[in-house]
């Protein structure tokens, strides 16, 4: 099946510092999805990504869906402490004009230190 | 709006025993969902709905059965409970042609013994 390559599994930064992390996959997705996962709570997304090539800003977050189809980024700018979580990356495809079901990355743990 | 409601927050079973999870919401969504979550593995589905009265499998339906009666609700049921399952369960909802923005629960962190 589908399978998404997450990256790098975690992130232990200073608060201030920029942070990146991206997602590979085998497969094309219609769709990129960028979630934040709190401790004790589901997953928040935040950010969508439609169109390949696509660059989506969200004050400090910044995704891009990349040319091929089969990857994405998200960048975080100067970090701060509550920037703290799991970040999942999603990917969707679209089957028979119907939107499919979400295929989620294995996360990566991201911890700030003030 | 509530949004997702998933009941219990927390649960312990023995090997063997039956239980449901509970899950609910009230924006009107007819497609949701049930992933678990487990270390390492990121989110996996187990089954889904597009609407009441229909239901199918996801990545890892075995050991779990579903149903929906209703718009609202999706209960996930765990007939016979193995370690394996032992794992943060939540639920989503969305509407079908969006399920880019799925509202997801706040879990249900079961553990069997």
């Known amino acids: 099946g589908q399978q998404l390559n997450q990256s790098p599994q975690s992130m232990f930064i200073q608060e201030g510092e920029d942070v990146s992390m991206n997602c590979t996959s085998s497969?094309?997705?219609?769709?990129w999805l960028w979630y934040k996962q709190d401790p004790g709570e589901g997953p928040v997304l935040l950010i969508a990504?439609?169109?390949?090539?696509e660059l989506t800003s969200n004050g400090r977050l910044t995704a891009q869906f990349g040319i091929t189809r089969k990857d994405s980024f998200l960048n975080i700018s100067a970090s701060i402490p509550s920037d703290v979580g799991i970040y999942f990356c999603?990917?969707?495809?679209?089957?028979?004009?119907?939107?499919?079901?979400?295929?989620f990355g294995k996360g990566t743990k991201l911890s700030v230190k003030p | 709006n509530a949004g997702v409601t998933q009941t219990p927050k927390f649960q312990v079973l023995k090997t063997g025993q039956s239980m449901t999870l509970q899950c609910a919401q009230d924006?009107?969504?007819?497609?949701m969902s049930w992933y678990r979550q487990d270390p390492g593995m990121g989110l996996r589905l187990i089954h889904y709905?597009?609407?009441?009265?229909?239901?199918d499998q996801g990545e890892v339906p075995n050991g779990y059965n579903v149903s929906r009666s209703t718009t609202e609700d999706f209960p996930l049921r765990l007939l016979s409970a193995a370690p394996s399952q032992t794992s943060v369960y939540f639920c989503?909802?969305?509407?079908?042609?969006?399920?880019?923005?799925?509202?997801f629960g706040p879990g249900t962190r079961l553990t069997v013994l």
């Open positions: 990504l439609y169109k390949a090539g």
């Open positions: 999603a990917g969707q495809t679209f089957y028979g004009g119907s939107q499919g079901n979400l295929i």
């Open positions: 709905s597009v609407g009441a009265g229909i239901t």
């Open positions: 989503a909802s969305s509407q079908p042609d969006e399920t880019d923005t799925q509202y």
């Open positions: 924006m009107n969504h007819e497609y």
């Open positions: 497969s094309i997705f219609n769709t």
